[in-house]
């Protein structure tokens, strides 16, 4: 039944990429044609970009650095079964990041530059993410670890500080909530409260901003408090694989 609804598979997507099941996903985003539905936009390429990330991780644990690269650039383009298009300013600074570190594992300091400031591209100012085009906290992350990289460890500092801040100061805050097709591709939107939803999202950044300050503890506790909320949460497993994976040690 899962498997005959684009919906339902996209949610299956979503469990085996948090589970670990990387081969199993990869599989049918290689085979199944896809058909964008409304209110679902970004679900299937969203899935398609973790799967990517994932397997990528996988491959740096095991320090196969130019098979992950290879991964990470497949992930730069859409397959056509997927059914939908790049958005138009997609900065991707987790890719570029990942690759800046698999070309400086591998001794080419040169291309892991020009990597690191690929990574640095977009915006930088944090903001309550409710919406499908708005710009990814974590790639805020990865946008810092890139500062770091590229020798602006001030700069880096002052930006993971204000996670902390911004997680502080907005805690509290009561969103309204908002119904527009393309803003909310959860399978049932009414399912969880704006609330909540933002209580998850302060939770993130402040583990991103721990973890970007080198306070790891305070970041998987953070994490795990998230998780505890939303067992599902797609790129909290992916923070915490690329954790795992030994990058930032």
């Not at 803003?183 to 901003?209: K, N, T, Y």
């Amino acid at each position: 039944m899962v498997l005959k609804r684009d919906d339902l598979t996209a949610e299956l997507l979503s469990l085996w990429n948090a589970a670990g099941h990387y081969a199993d996903a990869a599989t049918i985003l290689g085979t199944r044609v896809f058909h964008p539905w409304e209110g679902g936009e970004g679900k299937v390429t969203g899935q398609y970009l973790l799967n990517q990330l994932h397997r990528a991780l996988q491959l740096i644990e095991r320090k196969a650095f130019t098979q992950a690269a290879r991964c990470l650039n497949e992930a730069l383009r859409y397959p056509d079964n997927l059914g939908e298009g790049r958005l138009p300013g997609q900065t991707d600074n987790d890719i570029w990041y990942l690759l800046g570190y698999c070309a400086e594992q591998a001794g080419d300091a040169h291309r892991a530059a020009e990597y690191y400031q690929l990574a640095l591209q977009g915006g930088s100012t944090l903001d309550a993410g409710r919406y499908y085009n708005d710009q990814p906290a974590d790639y805020l992350f990865w946008q810092g670890i890139a500062l770091r990289k590229s020798g602006n460890s001030t700069q880096a500092e002052q930006h993971f500080q204000n996670f902390i801040a911004w997680a502080r100061q907005h805690r509290d805050d009561v969103p309204q909530a908002d119904f527009f097709a393309v803003s909310l591709p959860d399978l049932v939107v009414l399912d969880v409260s704006a609330q909540r939803q933002h209580q998850q999202h302060c939770l993130f950044i402040e583990a991103l901003g721990h973890l970007g300050l080198g306070n790891v503890s305070a970041s998987q506790q953070a994490m795990q408090r998230l998780l505890q909320l939303n067992p599902a949460h797609d790129k909290a497993h992916l923070i915490r694989h690329a954790l795992q994976s030994g990058m930032f040690s």
